[in-house]
């Protein structure tokens, strides 16, 4: 299914704005719907009752090494298929993946009301999908030679983005966002994920940000509209063979993205080791306590700004000025697999979102 293009309202409202899809099947059937959208007002709202702040839950997963190994085999037989997919409200999960994907959907929309008979089910959901990141035999990590504070991209990193509809963007339409991004480590190794409470608009700052380091088991949730990554230049110190493994679930209300569809059965059958009641059970209920430390940035030692550039596009490209430590590595010599640092009170010194 693709959409053919974007119609934008003639009225906007304050929360919302209500625009037609124009949508057809690969037959060319038209499945144009006229969808009341949630934009950054509303997501703030819904992502509020949700609790779409930044949520840590230490351990969440406990299982068997040999539960454990099936599910990283599953994810490495899904991950070429190098997409995402979609799991209506209410359906049931047909393999391991799915099961753990609909516990955490369930946690996460657990305080909303149920949806009522008027309400399109079929708007309402999850996207999951499972990221891999390897070793690369101990080669290091340089920068520009022009430009020091511009790092060089790697090709293991999970580059800067915010979690959003890309197909609908491609056609000319708005940045839509799930409500609440999820992240859950099926491994301890790799990258830690980079969370900066930024919303894609020119200009935007924050005093913080969030690290959270890979512990398996571990699961995270944070606003949707929050710009994130897994940058490698902060990864402690792993085997040159370290596997890097998460699923990641966002969590969408009144607004399915447009070219995300369920995974083939077919696949399921032929390609995944563990079904649906194989899935270790998943507690929100935190054995290792869940909180977040705080810790300002100058006890990291020096920091400057690092220039990130990202998001390349026909309309501009996005930079992210961020003060970090000169020796970012360093940061894993703290105690804490999950920290919020926070920036000097001066508005110079904090991280900010340019477009060029």
């Known amino acids: 299914m693709s959409a053919s293009h974007y119609c934008p309202p003639d009225t906007p409202h304050s929360q919302f704005s209500t625009f037609a899809l124009q949508v057809t099947d690969e037959q060319g059937n038209d499945k144009t719907s006229s969808t009341r ?3 950054d007002g509303a997501v703030a ?3 509020s009752t949700l609790g779409g702040s930044f949520q840590l839950h230490p351990d969440a997963i406990r299982s068997l090494e040999e539960t454990w190994a099936n599910l990283i085999l599953d994810c490495e037989s899904l991950f070429p298929l190098d997409s995402s997919f979609w799991i209506q409200h209410g359906q049931r999960p047909r393999c391991a993946l799915e099961a753990l994907a609909c516990n955490i959907y369930s946690h996460h929309t657990r305080k909303l009301p149920p949806l009522t ?8 959901g999850l996207e999951w999908w499972v990221q891999i990141r390897r070793g690369d035999g101990g080669q ?19 580059n800067l983005h915010w979690d959003k509809d890309e197909e609908l963007i491609d056609d000319g339409g708005p940045i839509i966002h799930p409500i609440i991004s999820t992240v859950t480590y099926l491994t301890s190794q790799g990258a830690p994920t980079l969370i900066i409470p930024i919303p894609a608009r020119d200009g935007s700052s924050t005093d913080h ?8 088991g571990k699961h995270i949730s944070f606003d949707g509209r929050w710009l994130h990554s897994a940058p490698r230049f902060l990864a402690r110190e792993a085997p040159p063979d370290y596997l890097r493994v998460t699923l990641l679930v966002n969590i969408w209300k009144g607004y399915k993205p447009i070219s995300i569809e369920p995974l083939p059965q077919s696949f399921i059958t032929s390609h995944l080791c563990l079904g649906p009641f194989a899935a270790p059970p998943i507690s929100f209920q935190s054995r290792r306590g869940a909180r ?4 300002p940035a100058p006890k990291l030692g ?14 501009g ?5 961020l003060p970090i430590p000169r020796r970012p590595i360093e940061l894993h010599e703290c105690d804490f697999d999950t920290m919020r640092i926070e920036f000097p009170l001066h508005k110079e010194d904090h991280a900010w979102l340019i477009k060029d």
Do not use: M
């Open 292 to 295: 977040t430390p705080v810790i």
């Open 117 to 124: 008979s008027n309400e399109d089910q079929s708007l309402h």
């Open 317 to 321: 490209e996005w930079n992210l000025s």
């Open 302 to 315: 020096p920091t400057k700004c690092l220039c990130l550039r990202f998001g390349a596009t026909q309309r």
């Open 140 to 158: 290091t990590i340089r920068q520009h030679r022009r430009s020091p504070r511009v790092l060089a991209r790697d090709p293991e990193d999970v």
């Open 45 to 47: 709202e819904f992502s």
């Open 37 to 39: 959208l949630t934009l």
């Open 209 to 216: 940000v969030f690290i959270s380091y890979p512990f398996r």
